[in-house]
């Protein structure tokens, strides 16, 4: 069995107007974030992570931000297809680690739903799917709570 891990990273601003989708949930918040499809960074993230593995190029590769037929996605569809993709090269996914950065609101209570709704889009057990949440410090852009960002690491084995 070979197993392969891949990174993932991805930051969008945040802004009055918007909806806060985090790990294919919508929290309530008085900002959300700014993106061509639904602005889920984890979601993102975790498909680049996923395609990095697997060696099948990113998010940007399959879905690009160009197509109208992206705009306002449900981004739990992009994971649907990358799942798919790495069906068709075999690859099973070991787990999934997770920490998105921002520094309101808080994401622990919502880990469940976030968990639930990642892994039914790949296909595997909650038990495959960990999340973290860090604040910046009130450092930076995402201190100022301007953006939002993730970082996933994902681990798939090939017989
Ligand atoms: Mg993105």
Redesign the pocket.
Known sequence: MSVRCGIGY?L?RLAEGQKLIVGGIELPFEKGSV?HSD?D?LA?ALCDALLGAAGLGDIGTHFPDSDPKWKGANSLRFLEHARKLLDEKHFAIEHVDAVVILEKPRLGPHFPKMREALAGALGVTVEHIHLKAKTNEGVDAVGHGEAIAAHVVATLSRP
């Open positions: 991805d969008h993106g602005g960074v993102h």
